[in-house]
């Protein structure tokens, strides 16, 4: 039995349905994010799991026992907010000692944890201080503190790393995941970053107008998107109309427009005749000089149409004869070289065979 | 640099010779005028004799001050009138709070309007809402009737309820009601919401919330509605005048005398000076307390 079992859940706000017969399993331990665009519905499948909302259908289970009628107060289930709400007249030990006060904890058990958890974020000497008195990384580990401090059979964390620049993201996200491999507390985490998702979770649930999409771990759901609003979700994916002409269960034979025959990865259910888009990712495009005949299948004449540097990587978008756009990544691993191609050079784009999927038009 | 001097001068040069003119040098005057001696019909005496007549009480004098201590019944007034003025900011703390809590949490818009109806009755003039007590409260109004036929089902004998210590209490709460939940109000419409959230999340109940999260972040509210409350109550002479009976007067009645009915100058300017000095101290201890209270906060 999982952990937390949401059934069939839905929420509308008058005509506006936030969480639409929704359903999702997560085991203990786990560390599952909830990612969507903001409206997806994910902050009000959190509410309603955390208490401080309600279902209007379906059931959320937690161990087994529905939850329906018990106040957020007396749920197994604690919440870091996204503004961390500490208490900004309590010192930093006193946030993190509220909620085993509010538990009844004797004194002596209270101190012990509290300086425990003190010592497991990283700020051992900051118990007197107030949160005012911290900066932004220090305020969320403490409201990690807080949230964990009591042993919660569930922590929400509510898009936490929002507010944080990008350095120091990175860094909460790594003692993050050191956290909750150490306390082993089941965490469910809310974020409109994908790649926050994919770095932090076991699995992921991708979100779109208050539906689940996919659920998955975070290499499926970026290599095996199943279908278009997930694979453009996440990471960055370039697509083309296509048609099926050939559906073996070993490779599928597409038609692009303008362009020609392509070789794509089998995938199941589809069948000749079947229109959608041939999606790949930049990182799996290879650019090349025209002169250097590929060996791939995949290939074709185009011209670089515009590039963006980032310093370890230049992302050239390359327009085809059909006049398709393509996004073809290179990392600048030459010392010295800043670019391979400039804006208007011909050049070949070729793909593994492999590489790229078949997914149904968007809706 | 020059100039810069000057724009502040421009500035905050007008209020301070208001406050000059007419709250130092009128102290200073008072406190000189509670050293000298009362004149014959009134006033002062003079500093010094006029030459033909040399008898009687001329230049300065403590005798203000020792009057003031000769006779507990002054002391006693101040006191009683301290009494009244903390159980007065008391309850319209108590009336005040839930108030404040309703108006701070209620949508924009119906905020503003109770925010209205609370300074509404600022429109019409004082003494005139003190006259309004004065028939609601008295012999024959409704409220009179209907208290004394209840205590009268219980066999106790009929009450007035004007010209009482009660009255007088009343009176006080009615008019100094809006000082307290202006700034009530101001401060826990700024409470994060998400606190209360985090709190219940973390176990806390709802008395808990208020107990550990609402009251402690209000306490700068309650300190200065409690001020704006308790120090204008303690010089108050109207409220007792018109609804007080003769044994309920405090000590801004006993002031008012002095100046209009006695005409002993001296003395009323001791007992300004001393309840001057007892509002200080007052306002300090609890300025004090307040810091050391809400010190090292954000708020």
Redesign the interface.
């Known amino acids: 039995m999982a952990l937390l079992e949401i059934r069939n859940v839905t929420r509308r706000f008058g005509s506006y349905t936030a969480v639409d017969n929704v359903s999702i399993d997560v085991e203990a331990g786990e560390f599952f994010t909830l990612l969507g665009p903001s409206g997806c519905g994910k902050t009000t499948l959190l509410r309603m799991i955390?208490g401080?909302d309600l279902p209007d259908s379906g059931q959320i289970m937690l161990d087994g026992k529905d939850m329906v009628g018990i106040?957020?107060?007396?749920r197994p289930?604690?919440?870091v907010?996204q503004?961390y709400?500490?208490?900004?007249?309590m010192t930093v030990a006193d946030n993190i000692a509220?909620?085993l006060r509010?538990?009844g904890k004797a004194p002596q058990e209270i101190k012990k944890r509290v300086n425990e958890l003190l010592e497991r974020v990283h700020l051992p000497n900051f118990g007197n201080r107030?949160?005012?008195e911290l900066s932004g990384g220090q305020k969320q580990r403490v409201a990690f503190a807080?949230?964990l401090v009591?042993r919660p059979r569930l922590l929400l964390l509510d898009e936490p790393l929002g507010a944080l620049d990008a350095k120091l993201r990175e860094e909460m996200q790594i003692e993050l995941i050191n956290l909750q491999k150490e306390i082993g507390i089941t965490f469910i985490f809310v974020t409109h970053a994908q790649d926050e998702a994919l770095a932090l979770s076991h699995r992921i649930a991708v979100m779109n107008r208050g539906n689940v999409e996919q659920i998955d771990e975070p290499s499926k759901i970026y290599s095996a998107p199943r279908n278009h609003f997930v694979a453009d979700f996440i990471g960055k994916i370039s697509v083309m109309n296509a048609a099926v002409i050939e559906a073996a269960s070993s490779h599928l034979k597409l038609a692009i427009e303008g362009l020609g025959e392509v070789t794509a990865p089998a995938r199941e259910g589809v069948e000749v005749g079947d229109k959608g888009v041939l999606a790949i990712r930049p990182e799996q495009v290879r650019i090349s000089h025209p002169s250097n005949a590929s060996q791939l299948k995949n290939h074709f004449r185009g011209k670089v149409h515009d590039f963006l540097y980032v310093g370890d990587v230049t992302t050239y978008i390359v327009e085809l004869v059909n006049g398709a756009y393509i996004e073809a990544l290179l990392p600048n691993s030459a010392p010295g070289r800043a670019k391979f191609f400039e804006v208007d050079d011909e050049v070949t784009i070729s793909w593994r065979h492999d590489a790229g999927i078949f997914l149904d038009n968007p809706q | 640099m020059k100039e810069k001097r000057l724009a502040r001068l421009l500035v905050s040069g007008p209020p301070l010779l208001f406050l000059i003119v007419f709250f130092v040098a009128p102290s200073l005057i008072m406190i000189l005028t509670s050293l000298r001696f009362p004149g014959e019909f009134g006033g002062l005496a003079p500093i010094t004799p006029p030459s033909d007549q040399a008898v009687g009480e001329y230049g300065f004098t403590p005798d203000a001050y020792q009057f003031f201590f000769s006779d507990f019944i002054y002391t006693e007034i101040f006191l009683k009138s301290f009494a009244v003025a903390f159980g007065t900011t008391l309850i319209c703390l108590i009336l005040a709070y839930p108030l404040a809590v309703l108006i701070a949490r209620s949508r924009k818009h119906l905020r503003n309007l109770m925010v209205l109806l609370v300074i509404l009755p600022f429109a019409s003039n004082f003494l005139i809402r003190i006259y309004a007590w004065m028939i609601i409260l008295g012999p024959e109004s409704a409220l009179s009737h209907f208290v004394n036929t209840v205590l009268g089902a219980f066999g106790i004998a009929p009450v007035t309820l004007l010209f009482s210590p009660f009255a007088v209490l009343i009176g006080m709460v009615y008019v100094h009601l809006p000082f307290m939940v202006l700034p009530l109000y101001t401060n826990l419409e700024k409470h994060d919401p998400s606190l209360l959230d985090a709190a219940q999340d973390l176990g806390a109940n709802a008395w808990q919330r208020f107990w550990r999260v609402t009251w402690p972040l209000s306490l700068p509210g309650v300190f200065s509605g409690s001020a704006l409350v308790f120090i204008p109550v303690l010089g108050m002479f109207a409220v007792p005048d018109i609804l007080g009976g003769t044994g309920d007067i405090l000590i801004g009645n006993l002031i008012k005398d002095q100046f209009l009915g006695t005409r002993d100058w001296p003395f009323g300017s001791a007992l300004s000076i001393m309840l001057t000095l007892a509002v200080l101290s007052v306002a300090g201890l609890t300025t004090w307390f307040a810091r050391s209270a809400t010190g090292q906060r954000a708020l």
Do not use: I, Q, S
């Open positions: 955390a401080f106040p957020p107060e007396k289930v604690h919440t907010f503004t709400a500490l208490f900004p007249h509220f909620p509010m538990a107030f949160p005012h807080r949230g009591n």
